[in-house]
């Protein structure tokens, strides 16, 4: 798809109306301290003498706005509250003649501030919006420290240029890399002579992370299936630390169930992501950006003092909940073992030889299908893998058995492997899944790493990395992070295989220079899963005490009365015969009373646990099989 298509998409998506019609602004020209000037579209609301001003700053043409203002105004101008100011960056589209390799954005967001600050139609406040590119400019127009820049709302951004913006893992976000260079900011060369992290890196990443000079409020708005998502998160919590006292407690937060969008029908804000709805989050992102704006440009007392720090969408149980901080305190760190047969366990394998092993061929990568890309052939969102991943021969699927409650995530993931290869080098690829009732396997995160970068990303690192055939090495992969609830009834699943493409940079497996032609060799790749190399997804989980749901163990189950005051009972069919333990815990996963292993035969039976000495609240059962723990939750009331 070439830029002019990409352009009349991009019009497609802003259309909020089935006409043609168009606003029709006014067209001016911003001069900045150069003498240079930039294109600027004016809206003005007929109601307005003297408004508040919202500006976007775009380098993907401003006359697009014309047939769509955003914020749910579309073509209703005179019904917004606001003043748009629309300008083109430096260089593109209608600023293309200011163009100036060394000139600074913020500079120019500062210059533009001010000269919409002393128009008649301003009332000298401006607030500026905007998504991806749009929001990293103004974090760079704020650090400048405009009085008239009143408060900012960047969504999926923040501004940092980071070496795992591009390389995740040591390998290229080939795809992202060339959507960017499509849009006109020619990176290829700056990044490719960069594959490994260095002086450059460090210097463009120290020079990006500036939260102390944030000095006006920040509404974040992010999305759990955008790439931004780590960035965004780190630069927040940074703000809230280290930005000025006065406006330390006034950036907020918004995470909703949300892809980065630009390049499909999804798009923040949007029900629809992916294959997945969620009308519960439609229209937020717009909705709290205005309050946001009435509150600190128009004075309107609409409770936004008491906007949570971190308002989140709990994707699953698809509700928003409010937290002082991210990632939230109420979880806890949980493994989840690989085990033959394709399980994934709480408990530690007690096979000592388990592994499995698949051919990578990189002619025939493992495809992209879905996830946080940026390409205008990729999908964005989650999507089923198990049509096109999971169905193929070069992927291990390793499954918990089906839940029996809901298991609550909350924050990053990790996936630990113990690995070999008979070349000297390749990638792990992760997807972690969340598999329906009906077989669905929906994407949820996914990651990679480069074989060479396992023990860091400077060229040192690197030195002596080269595989060994049948020596096996340790890898951690780190996955994004999400808020992610799996329904009772629902499966956890981890693929591994060794690409994901078109997102990432295909491996050839030869160990020599990257992102150049080579031979391609067959890689023959081994995960293992046995007691001396017990490999593992380790999950940030609530409420959970270390095992998923072994319900399969039992052909009926049921726990009462709950609440409970004397007794609770636990009623259950076995098929077969089975060791099983019970077990009464606190909300620490203390235990406090325990029933121990014994064999049960197949058929009915019952156990009960006296509650006498237990004080009222709530308590854990957990019941321990040889397939993993049942943890139910119950109340004693006296």
Not at 431 to 458: A, C, E, H, K, W
Request: aromatic share 12%; net charge negative; hydrophobic share 35%.
């Amino acid at each position: 798809m070439n830029k002019k298509q990409l352009l009349l998409h991009f019009v497609l998506l802003v259309l909020s109306t089935s006409t043609l019609a168009q606003l029709s602004p006014m067209v001016d020209s911003i001069p900045m301290r150069d003498g240079k000037k930039l294109a600027v579209d004016i809206y003005v609301p007929s109601g307005c003498s003297q408004c508040p001003t919202i500006l976007i700053q775009t380098p993907y043409n401003r006359l697009l706005y014309r047939w769509s203002l955003p914020l749910g105004i579309g073509l209703n101008l005179n019904n917004s509250n606001y003043n748009f100011a629309i300008v083109d960056w430096r260089g593109f589209y209608g600023s293309t003649a200011a163009f100036d390799a060394n000139a600074d954005r913020g500079e120019d967001g500062y210059d533009v501030v001010d000269w919409i600050s002393n128009q008649s139609w301003s009332d000298g406040q401006v607030g500026t919006w905007g998504p991806s590119a749009l929001g990293v400019v103004q974090f760079q127009t704020a650090r400048e420290k405009h009085p008239n820049h009143v408060c900012a709302v960047p969504q999926v951004a923040g501004p940092q240029f980071n070496y795992e913006d591009y390389y995740y893992g040591g390998v290229l976000e080939a795809s992202r890399l060339e959507q960017l260079d499509a849009l006109g900011y020619g990176l290829s060369p700056l990044i490719l002579s960069n594959q490994t992290y260095n002086f450059l890196w460090q210097f463009s990443e120290s020079g990006s992370f500036y939260p102390a000079d944030m000095e006006i409020p920040f509404l974040m708005i992010g999305g759990w299936y955008d790439h931004n998502v780590e960035g965004m998160l780190e630069f927040f919590n940074a703000m809230k630390q280290s930005s000025p006292l006065a406006v330390r407690d006034q950036h907020k937060l918004l995470m909703g169930p949300w892809v980065h969008g630009g390049t499909g029908a999804a798009y923040v804000g949007s029900s629809t992501q992916g294959e997945l709805t969620f009308p519960e989050a439609e229209f937020w992102s717009d909705s709290l950006a205005l309050d946001f704006f009435d509150y600190y440009m128009r004075g309107i007392s609409n409770n936004w003092n008491n906007f949570p720090n971190v308002k989140y969408f709990q994707i699953g149980e698809n509700v928003w909940n409010d937290n002082n901080v991210w990632p939230p305190t109420d979880v806890s760190t949980h493994q989840l073992y690989l085990h033959p047969n394709n399980l994934l366990l709480g408990m530690l394998p007690s096979n000592s030889s388990g592994s499995s092993g698949y051919n990578y061929d990189p002619r025939a990568p493992s495809p992209t299908i879905g996830g946080p890309t940026l390409h205008s052939t990729l999908d964005q969102g989650s999507y089923d893998q198990a049509p096109l991943v999971e169905s193929r021969n070069d992927v291990l699927t390793f499954s918990s058995v089906a839940l029996s409650q809901n298991v609550v995530m909350k924050g990053n993931s990790k996936v630990h492997l113990y690995v070999s290869s008979n070349l000297p080098d390749t990638d792990f690829a992760i997807r972690l899944t969340d598999v329906y009732p009906d077989n669905r396997s929906m994407l949820l995160t996914d990651g990679i790493q480069r074989m060479r970068f396992r023990n860091g990303y400077t060229a040192s690192d690197t030195v002596g990395t080269a595989m060994t055939g049948g020596q096996i090495y340790e890898v951690e992969i780190e996955l994004p992070t999400l808020a992610y609830t799996f329904l009772a009834g629902h499966k956890i699943r981890i693929d591994i295989t060794s690409s994901n493409a078109r997102r990432w940079d295909v491996n050839l497996n030869n160990g020599g220079d990257m992102y150049v032609a080579g031979d391609t060799l067959i890689a023959q790749n081994t995960v293992y899963f046995n007691s001396n190399q017990p490999s593992y997804v380790e999950l940030q989980l609530q409420d959970f005490l270390g095992q998923v749901d072994a319900h399969a163990t039992f052909a009926t189950l049921a726990l009462y009365p709950n609440p409970a005051r004397e007794t609770i009972s636990i009623d259950f069919v076995l098929e077969n015969e089975e060791n099983i333990s019970f077990a009464l815990l606190d909300m620490q996963g203390k235990v406090l009373e325990e029933l121990g292993k014994k064999r049960y035969l197949a058929g009915t039976h019952k156990v009960q646990i006296g509650l006498n000495t237990f004080a009222n609240g709530m308590y854990f059962v957990s019941i321990n099989t040889p397939k993993g723990r049942i943890v139910k939750k119950i109340a004693v009331i006296k």
